[in-house]
């Protein structure tokens, strides 16, 4: 008999390319397998599937194009990683175009990915914020941004944040077959309650409290893992202690600033060889910061200021 | 009692503070979110025209509010932290009366500063008074302070990082200190042998 396993689901996504994401996310799945865990790697960046050469693996024969073109179920996809314990369902950036995928694909690869039976699976979102990217995002057990310290990184993750909470408030209203008051919202003259999230709250309690009641119960465990990549000094690092005050007081959105990770030229070159930096560099300063990262996340932790 | 609780929640949300936090905490928390809605940080400047002036300045009370009921709260609790029972906490609180009757001698200070879990690295960090001056403050060792205009002036800025009575420090302080210098015995001391 299999044991079922808990199957905790990350997902990290926000922000253009660049940012760092797959260099994360290989290296967080890195951690949990070696600590034992079964880990699922999932790259569904559709603008440019990199896990795989992360992992320093040729591009494998079965993609999730697999699954999506011939149905082809997840676990017969999975390939190596070269990590005991982690397995790779490798993205395909080339033969199809994403917008052509059915929407009920989409749902079905949604409902697949639960069933996967790891004990975390981890997906690589990549970098823009379509609906798919958002609906996949919002299955998360915990949904990760990777932040970089700079002017556009910053202002990406906001947005990316405001899109990934209307999806969810979309989501929320039209199961209650509440779309009316989608169109409502989106077509409000007065835009002070679009920007932020408590505006908005209060608008719709106002509609009728028994939603107010219902989108509270929803939203109330709602919240982001903030991770800081690419810093290059200690001031770059409380970068993030200020993204997390703007997003609790502005946005009215909770999140957990799990750590940050700093620039260095032994990053660049272990993603030049295609190997993870946890194993390339097993006692940098960095692959400690990335280890703790990792712990933070499990548990739920917070940096202190 | 509760209505008290309720509100000390307020302000602990408004710094973004868990249950029970250290003096530090509170301290590093208000001077955090006063720098990040006070100036021009990167964090805010995307959304700088969804927050206008006014919202900014409201934000800003908001936070100094919170930080100075906080203080005053923890400062009350010299015995305690916040107590998770009300009861507890009204008698442990120490009353106007009992206040205005505290002397602020150097040993006074260390004490408040001790119950606070305050080192004196962290004073010392923050007004740039060396560490070895701030000791001698604390036990009184007039003899190896500078003048009483510095004296005066590291007092203020112990006074104002415990958020004290920065004028009754002064003045309980400088009392003790003007005995001694106008005592001949001992001022001797300081200038000769």
Redesign the interface.
């Known amino acids: 008999m299999i044991t079922k396993r808990n199957n905790e689901i990350w997902a990290i996504g926000g922000g253009k390319g660049g940012t760092g994401k797959s260099f994360l996310l290989s290296n967080l799945g890195t951690f949990l397998a070696n600590s034992g865990k079964k880990v699922t790697l999932i790259d569904l960046d559709l603008g440019g599937a990199n896990l795989h050469s992360m992992l320093g693996i040729n591009p494998p024969n079965k993609t999730i194009s697999d699954f999506y073109n011939l149905g082809v179920p997840l676990e017969k996809i999975t390939t190596s990683s070269g990590i005991r314990r982690m397995s790779l369902i490798a993205g395909n950036s080339l033969s199809f175009a994403p917008q052509s995928i059915i929407y009920s694909r989409k749902l079905k690869l949604l409902r697949h990915i639960q069933k996967l039976n790891s004990d975390y699976t981890l997906i690589d979102l990549g970098a823009g914020c379509d609906h798919s990217i958002l609906d996949t995002f919002l299955i998360a057990d915990k949904m990760i941004v990777a932040i970089n ?3 556009i990184s ?2 990406n993750v ?1 947005q990316f944040i405001k899109s990934v909470i209307f999806r969810k408030l979309r989501q929320v209203l039209t199961a209650e077959g509440l779309k009316d008051l989608v169109l409502k919202i989106l077509y409000q003259k007065d835009s002070r309650y679009l ?2 999230l408590n505006g908005l709250m209060d608008f719709l309690k106002k509609e009728s409290p028994d939603i107010g009641e219902m989108l509270d119960k929803e939203f109330s465990k709602f919240k982001f893992y903030l991770i800081l990549n690419k810093v290059h000094s200690s001031e770059d690092a ?2 993030g ?6 997003c ?3 946005l009215g959105i909770s999140t957990r600033y799990a750590g940050y990770i700093e620039l260095d030229d032994s990053i660049k070159r272990s993603v030049r060889i295609g190997k993870p930096y946890l194993i390339s560099y097993p006692t940098s300063s960095h692959t400690t910061a990335l280890r703790q990262v990792a712990k933070n996340l499990q548990s739920d932790q917070d940096l202190r ?1 | 009692m509760h209505k008290k609780n309720k509100e000390i929640q307020k302000y602990l949300e408004i710094l973004e503070l868990g249950m029970d936090p250290t003096y530090q905490e509170i301290k590093t928390a208000y001077l955090h979110l006063k720098r990040l809605f006070s100036t021009d940080s990167i964090a805010l400047f995307p959304i700088k025209k969804e927050l206008p002036k006014k919202k900014r300045q409201e934000l800003l009370k908001e936070i100094e509010t919170a930080y100075t009921e906080l203080s005053k709260q923890y400062l009350n609790n010299v015995h305690t932290e916040f107590p998770s029972d009300p009861d507890a906490q009204k008698s442990l609180e120490i009353t106007d009366e009992e206040r205005i009757s505290i002397f602020y001698s150097g040993a006074a200070l260390k004490k408040i500063r001790e119950k606070a879990d305050i080192l004196l690295l962290n004073i010392s960090l923050e007004t740039k008074i060396r560490i070895e001056q701030l000791k001698n403050l604390e036990d009184e060792n007039f003899a190896l302070l500078p003048e009483r205009i510095f004296v005066k002036g590291f007092l203020n800025n112990y006074a104002d990082y415990l958020s004290l009575d920065i004028q009754k420090v002064s003045t309980d302080y400088l009392k003790k200190y003007d005995e001694w210098k106008n005592n001949p015995a001992t001022r001797k001391r300081k200038t000769g042998e």
């Open positions: 310290p700079e002017l910053i202002e906001y920007k932020n409380q970068i202690f200020q993204i997390k005050s703007v609790l007081k502005h200021i």
